[in-house]
């Protein structure tokens, strides 16, 4: 057993030091900060598009060092997935963290090829895919750091598909405010008792938060009163500024360890000497209580009604409209008629096992035929698996990234991170909860679409893939 496979059974703290893959040269790498465990975590595809894969940096690396290897699913399929799978088995790397990840620098709409579209691969399809192998120790991000009614129910209904379909761990996104940790600790303990929860934190100095807000790095909640403070704190005393980031970061850690939480992943603090800082003040609020953490970190972070690092417009939602509703018993019906029935499921067997549909011409017409009728009324794109009975009737492939199992973490109070539309997940959550589907979204693991699939008819494809139910 892996000593991070020990720290997470025996519920021992400790720390993901995360390394980025744009660098190629081999940085120094702890075992120990401040006494807790330390392993090295191998971010994927953060810089640009082009980084050096995680299993190529790792192999500079003594085999004694522990790792954590991200896997992006951003432009990628579910057959380069399992190619990585094979690598990492093969080389005896078995601590994964499995994420859909941002926007690509270089996203490919598809407008003018609509084949050439740029496509993720979903943290939940590839947990299905690498629970399979039962070799890998599998963790998974969630961004608790939501304030909509939609897009945290969206959130936490996924986090149920993610634990369902094999995660063996949780890394929350990063994020400094504690209720939404503390919110997902409670809700861990109460539905998955003994599941490890690690927290993302960071040293926050001025530079790295104007350079988040400017950037609206996706999924990141940076509140004005976060700037301000920091902003004041470098006019006033740039040395104290800078012991100030890291006394921030020691406690976030150490109240996460209060909380229950089993680690910290430690992002932009991977130089000896930040370290050394960060350690510092680990080493004199070790002891400290929770309260008196807390207090501490109000203190630095000049707070008094406990709001200031929440986002503004926070905690709305938004009514159903009747017409989205009867939309959805409209199709619901529909599919039932011609797709569920006993009576459609034999006569589609039947017509579509006939060899007629194995040439190129009726095929054709029968994917155009497909595409017409659903094109204007959900937004199809013949991805030759429909979901639509899982997904509520609202098409995944609406979403920019083509998730079908929920959302990622890049939302902004309901807005896509794309920022040209409301998150379809967020759609869905609302509809799920005012006609009493919830427990679709928060069960049906919906697997991956394979490159080949596409562009196939998923009528013909339904009926036959019926046969073999």
């Known amino acids: 057993m892996s000593l991070f496979s020990q720290c997470l059974e025996q519920k021992r703290f400790c720390i993901l030091v995360e390394y980025l893959c744009s660098k190629r040269d081999t940085l120094a790498v702890t075992k120990s900060l401040a006494g807790f465990p330390a392993m090295m975590t191998l971010a994927d595809r953060v810089h640009s598009d082009e980084d050096p894969a995680p299993l190529e940096l790792a192999q500079r690396y003594s085999s004694e060092i522990e790792k954590l290897l991200h896997f992006s699913g951003k432009g990628r399929d ?25 926007k690509l620098k270089n996203h ?35 961004n608790p750091f939501k304030y909509t009614e939609a897009e945290q129910d969206a959130q936490y209904l996924k986090l149920h598909k993610k634990i369902k379909a094999g995660a063996d761990f949780l890394i929350t ?9 503390q919110h997902s600790q409670s809700f861990i303990s109460q539905n998955y008792k003994q599941f490890p929860l690690i927290a993302c934190v960071m040293p926050l100095t001025l530079k790295r938060a104007q350079f988040m807000v400017k950037n609206q790095i996706a999924g990141l909640v940076i509140a004005p ?7 004041r704190e470098y006019a006033a005393d740039p040395v104290q500024a800078e012991a100030n980031v890291y006394a921030r970061c020691a ?5 996460c360890k209060h ?20 350690e510092r003040f680990l080493n004199q609020f070790e002891n400290w209580s929770l309260a008196a953490c807390e207090k501490a970190w109000k203190d630095l972070w000049k707070m008094d009604s406990g709001l200031e690092l ?26 039932h008629i011609f797709f569920a029935s006993h009576a459609a499921l034999g006569v589609g067997r039947f017509i579509f096992k006939a060899n007629f549909w194995n040439k ?18 959900v937004g199809c794109e013949s991805c030759g698996h429909c979901r639509l009975d899982d997904t509520l009737y609202i098409c995944p492939e609406t979403c920019p990234k083509g998730l079908a199992n929920g959302p990622c973490g890049g939302t902004t109070l309901d807005r896509c991170e794309f920022g040209d539309r409301e998150c379809i997940h967020s759609v869905k959550a609302r509809l799920a909860k005012s006609i009493d589907q919830t427990e679709v979204l928060r069960s049906k693991l919906i697997p991956a679409i394979s490159i080949e699939t596409r562009y196939t008819s998923s009528w013909k494809n339904w009926f036959r893939n019926s046969d073999l139910n």
Not at 78 to 92: C, N, V, W, Y
Not at 271 to 277: A, F, G, I, T
Not at 360 to 377: A, I, V
Request: charged share 20%; aromatic share 8%; with cysteine.
């Open 108 to 142: 490919n709409f598809g407008r003018e090829i609509p084949a050439q579209r740029s496509r993720y691969l979903e943290s939940v399809s590839a947990v299905m895919a690498a629970k399979q192998r039962n070799v890998f120790n599998i963790g998974v991000a969630f």
């Open 259 to 278: 909380l229950g939480y089993v680690g910290v992943h430690l992002s932009a603090c991977h130089k000896p000497q930040e370290q050394q800082k960060l």
């Open 360 to 377: 190129p011409r009726p095929q054709h017409l029968l994917l155009k035929m497909e595409h017409w009728s659903k094109q204007q009324l």
């Open 310 to 335: 929440k986002p503004e417009l926070s905690t709305f939602s938004k009514p159903v409209s009747q017409i989205q509703i009867l939309k959805y018993k409209k199709m619901h019906l529909m599919h």
């Open 78 to 102: 579910i057959k380069e997935f399992e190619h990585f799978l094979d690598q990492a088995e093969q080389q005896r790397y078995h601590n994964l963290l499995l994420l859909t990840g941002d």
């Open 251 to 255: 406690l976030q850690i150490l109240i």
């Open 173 to 181: 996104q990063l994020g400094f405010d504690l209720d939404c940790l």
């Open 225 to 231: 009163h976060i700037v301000d403070v920091l902003e």
